[in-house]
């Protein structure tokens, strides 16, 4: 009965370690969709709303605290009037503005909620484009799927500070920002 009681103490013990291993502060990485709705400056009057993926990564550096360094793909739309005004110009110019996000951060875990804060930068490829500085701040929610994955949902908001030499001004824009990603345990 011994061996019995001590072998249902193990399995419930590695099943809940095993729930643990991608919930809350551990090492992981995880890949997702991005999804984006502009709030001010340019970005709200130019834009209608924003997709893209990202690829992201955490490192445990304490018990409730975690690293992240992440990068990206976003794709902005532009609004219908944006595109009436540049189609006179150039017909190119309608395409979708791409840009590549680069940040680094943290994630502080409050069970399996947690509170997000990164800064980086934007750098987009584009003609006549600038790169932007990143600074965001969240919160979200993991929950596991299976012993070493877990499906991960946050909601951020992120500001984007660019120069924009033609005006010598700095301009500012934000958006709102929905994140789902598929997370893998390390």
Sequence with gaps: ???????????IGL??????QTE???????????FLYPATGLLAESYNLGYGGSLAGEYNIYKKLNVT???????????????DI????????????VSYPVRAGAKYYFGK????????????????RNSSFIF??????SYSVS?????????????????????????ISSFVGLRAAYSFGL
């Design 136 to 141: 965001a701040g969240g919160f979200g929610t």
């Design 15 to 20: 099943a809940f370690t095993a729930n643990a």
């Design 147 to 171: 012993p070493k994955s877990s499906i991960d949902v946050g909601v951020r908001y992120e500001g984007w500070s660019s120069y924009a030499e033609a005006n010598t001004k700095t301009t």
């Design 113 to 128: 909620i947690y509170g997000a804060a990164d800064a980086g930068i934007a750098i987009s490829l584009d003609n006549d």
């Design 86 to 97: 540049y189609a006179e110009i150039s017909p190119d110019i309608t395409k979708n503005d």
């Design 24 to 34: 809350g502060a551990v090492n992981k990485i995880s890949i997702g969709g991005d």
């Design 1 to 11: 009965m011994k061996k019995l009681i001590l072998s249902f103490a193990i399995v």
């Design 69 to 83: 360094l992440s990068a990206g793909y976003l794709a902005m739309v532009y609004k219908q009037k944006v595109k």
